[in-house]
């Protein structure tokens, strides 16, 4: 009879810990700015990340106007279904892009494995062109990160208030 209790216990335990929030281990106001030619938000919101995952919400006279979650499979926003990352650039970004670019945009990371990398003291620019295809000016300067595709009329700016 011990043994089974403690299977009980330890199936719930399991159960119950599928149901806890998620912890993010960075909140930061922020910002945010997302257009694209599908839709265009700019607002105040909030950044959270942890290691799995980065996730931002715009705001709006209170209100979530927009939720964006991107993991390591999938990026879900609150106006499409949650889909690969491959099909979300192809819907909404560019099919050119890699899969990561979001995921690397949203965390100030570099871009296109370093092309056009130049680093100062504050942070850094990249500058990726494929004639007819994107013309990409990427900056990650103190706490703002801008990335401006000229040719697919796409622009994220994230300004972090800490």
């Known amino acids: 009879m011990n043994v089974y209790r403690r299977i009980v216990f330890l199936i719930t335990g399991f159960l119950l810990s599928g ?13 945010i700015v ?6 265009k938000y700019a607002d105040m919101g909030f950044i959270y990340e942890n290691s799995d995952e980065v996730k931002a919400e715009i705001y709006g006279s209170g ?9 390591k499979r999938t ?5 499409f279904e949650c889909m690969g990352k491959k099909s ?17 945009i ?10 056009g990398l130049v680093k ?20 990650v ?6 990335f401006r595709d000229t040719i697919n009329t796409i622009l994220i700016k994230i300004k972090k208030q800490y």
Request: aromatic share 12%; with cysteine.
């Open 19 to 31: 149901c806890t929030p998620k912890q993010y281990v960075a909140q930061n106001a922020a910002l």
């Open 34 to 39: 997302f257009k694209t030619p599908t839709f």
């Open 63 to 71: 209100q979530a106007l927009m939720t964006l979650e991107i993991s």
């Open 75 to 79: 990026v879900c926003m609150s106006r």
């Open 88 to 104: 979300f650039n192809h819907a909404v970004l560019s099919a050119l892009y890699p899969d990561e670019i979001l995921d690397d």
């Open 106 to 115: 949203f965390r100030g990371k570099e871009i296109f494995n370093g092309e």
């Open 120 to 139: 100062n003291s504050n942070g850094f620019t990249q500058k990726i062109i494929k004639e007819n295809k994107y013309n990409i000016h990427y900056i």
């Open 141 to 146: 300067l103190n706490n703002e990160i801008i």
